[in-house]
């Protein structure tokens, strides 16, 4: 039974030890997929306006010029990703400061245990991965308007997804907003 692990031998702890050690590698991971797609970006851009210029020069058409932009745009948002994530975080929180889930206004009125904050804190770093996914994806989805087929609705579809990852990177200030909008008071506002 080799590669099998004995199921009394599994401890909870160990399992949430192990899943918050692996975040810092999941989220460098993420960086560095965001890193190559914004590079892959922009020499797709500046290729498609290098073969804008060869049909132009040898012909009096016109071609489309926005594709390309939003090529290199999106491109060097994605090459500037913590920059750019740190810059969304100060526009919609007024920090670029992460809270844990300690700072959670529901959190402060559980009597529970050491476990229960083991858990949390890692729902809430895996929260932020998915935030962090979502805001690349969003990027990526936003990339694709520059083309002449591109689906209805990319746009809204890709701010939902910024939007939404920036929400998710600090979904521990997102929630504490959202209950104090709404009158929750177990915590202060």
Not at 12 to 19: E, G, I, S, Y
Not at 47 to 52: G, Q
């Amino acid at each position: 039974m080799s590669g099998f692990i004995d199921p009394s031998s599994f401890s909870l702890d160990t399992a949430l030890t192990n899943l918050s050690n692996a975040f810092g590698s999941i989220q460098s991971l993420i960086v560095a997929v965001a890193y190559v797609i914004g590079l892959s970006l922009i020499v797709r851009g500046v290729m498609m306006y290098r073969i804008f210029a060869n049909q132009t020069f040898g012909s009096a058409q016109r071609g489309e010029i926005a594709g390309p932009m939003v090529h290199l745009v999106v491109g060097a948002i994605l090459l500037y990703f913590p920059s750019t994530l740190n810059v969304s975080l100060q526009t919609i929180f007024s920090t670029t400061d992460i809270s844990s889930a300690s700072d959670l206004v529901a959190y402060q009125s559980l009597s529970g245990g050491e476990k229960w904050q083991k858990i949390t804190d890692v729902v809430t770093m895996y929260m932020k991965l998915i935030g962090l996914i979502a805001f690349v994806r969003g990027w990526v989805i936003l990339s694709k308007m520059g083309h002449s087929g591109s689906q209805p609705g990319s746009i809204g579809k890709g701010l939902i997804h910024v939007i939404g990852g920036i929400l998710l990177v600090n979904v521990v200030d997102t929630v504490n907003i959202l209950a104090c909008t709404f009158g929750y008071s177990g915590g202060t506002c």
